[in-house]
T-cell receptor, first 109, second 114 residues
Framework: RKEVEQDPGPFNVPEGATVAFNCTYS??????FFWYRQDCRKEPKLLMS???SGNEDGRFTAQLNRASQYISLLIRDSKLSDSATYLC??????????FGAGTRLAVHP | EAQVTQNPRYLITVTGKKLTVTCSQN?????MSWYRQDPGLGLRQIYY???????DKGDVPEGYKVSRKEKRNFPLILESPSPNQTSLYFC?????????????FGPGTRLTVL
């Protein structure tokens, strides 16, 4: 079983749609959690950290469920510019970041 | 501008010909890593360094070497490249050991080994 698992997609959605991604992780001792965004074959960039109480940044909302060991990302009012691959990232201890393989999102007009 | 730089960005080489990919960061970060990214497998850590002269193996270290003689530089060395090392490589850096410290990535090096 992979340490961090994501649905690879692609998720094809129209502009303005709401889309949600989930991610599960296997290590219950994981300390911190993130969503990174990666445009086609470019470097990943931090989208947002995920805190225990859940957090929101504009159109993006992240949730953490430690009991079930999953993380979610909700994108409201999708824009064409949201098209990218979204990487779920877990700090597995000793500051080692473990990356999921990513979920691809394609937003169309 | 705070950044991580890598060179070269693209490299085509032949089996067995030693190569070095340079990585440099200007943020005074202690923690640096090398990753490779392959389709369907995500980013896998090759080596990491907690500080100068402190390096350790990641998940896929075979066939690679690193060094950390200065805080800002963390070169990746392939002594005898093989075709299975064809991949997209990213260098990354992060400040200290805070659980929520952001990790910054270089622009990537696309390596093809023939």
């Amino acid at each position: 079983r992979k340490e961090v698992e994501q649905d690879p997609g692609p998720f094809n959605v129209p502009e303005g749609a709401t889309v949600a991604f989930n991610c599960t992780y296997s290590n219950s001792a994981s300390q911190s959690f993130f969503w990174y965004r990666q445009d086609c074959r470019k470097e990943p960039k931090l989208l947002m950290s995920v805190y225990s109480s859940g957090n929101e940044d504009g159109r993006f909302t992240a949730q953490l469920n430690r009991a079930s060991q999953y993380i979610s990302l909700l994108i409201r009012d999708s824009k064409l510019s949201d098209s990218a691959t979204y990487l779920c990232v877990v700090n597995g201890g000793y500051n080692k970041l473990i990356f999921g393989a990513g979920t691809r999102l394609a937003v169309h007009p | 501008e705070a950044q991580v730089t890598q060179n070269p960005r693209y490299l085509i080489t032949v089996t067995g010909k030693k190569l070095t990919v340079t990585c440099s960061q200007n943020m005074n970060h202690e923690y640096m890593s090398w990753y490779r990214q392959d389709p369907g497998l995500g980013l896998r850590q090759i080596y990491y360094s907690m500080n100068v002269e402190v390096t350790d193996k990641g998940d896929v270290p075979e066939g690679y070497k690193v060094s950390r003689k200065e805080k800002r530089n963390f070169p990746l060395i392939l002594e005898s490249p093989s075709p299975n090392q064809t991949s997209l490589y990213f260098c990354a850096s992060r400040a200290g050991t805070g659980a929520y410290n952001e990790q910054f990535f270089g622009p990537g090096t696309r390596l093809t080994v023939l």
